[in-house]
Every structure is written in C-alpha cells, then in structure tokens.
C-alpha cells in the first residue's frame, strides 16, 4: 500500500498493523473452534500465545525502523522465548 511513515514520507509499505490484525481474527476462529478440545485447563491460553507469538515473530521483519540483538530484532527475540516456553509446558502437562 502507498503509505506514509512517522516524518510525512510517502512509499509503499507493508501494513504491518493490519497483517496483525488479521492474525489475531484468525487465532480468535481457531480457539472458537477448539474450545471443547482442551485437555488441560489453560491448554487454549498457551496455543493463543504460541500462535501470536509466532506471528510477532514473522511480522516484525516487516517493520521498518527496529533495535537489533544480533540478527534478531528485541521483540523477535522476546517472541521466540514466548514460544518455547509454552510448547514446554504443553509438551509437560500433555
């Protein structure tokens, strides 16, 4: 899309924020879905925050402007770790 950024410079962008949008309805479908599926309490909390997390992961490279670790941006590195630690726990209480 033709956007502008934060200065009033217009170019095409990625709309990141609608990208996100989108992921957070489709996760909201797949917990309706799988709302009698859960086999533990909590177990619909930790998929939602695996799948969010793994969109965060995914939609940060297409930011523009962003504080690095390594290769990884702050908030990648942040998502990876809200990833495994759920799996561990869904792996564990499984």
Known sequence: MYLPDH???WQRRIP???LEAGWGILL???VISL???STFP???F???LVGYSLGRFVFEWTRLEQDRMGRLTVHQAISFILVLIPLILLVKLD
Do not use: E, P, R
């Open 28 to 30: 909201l479908f797949a």
């Open 16 to 18: 990141t924020q609608l």
């Open 46 to 48: 930790l998929s939602v």
């Open 42 to 44: 909590g177990a619909i």
């Open 35 to 37: 709302w009698n599926l």
């Open 7 to 9: 200065k009033g410079v």
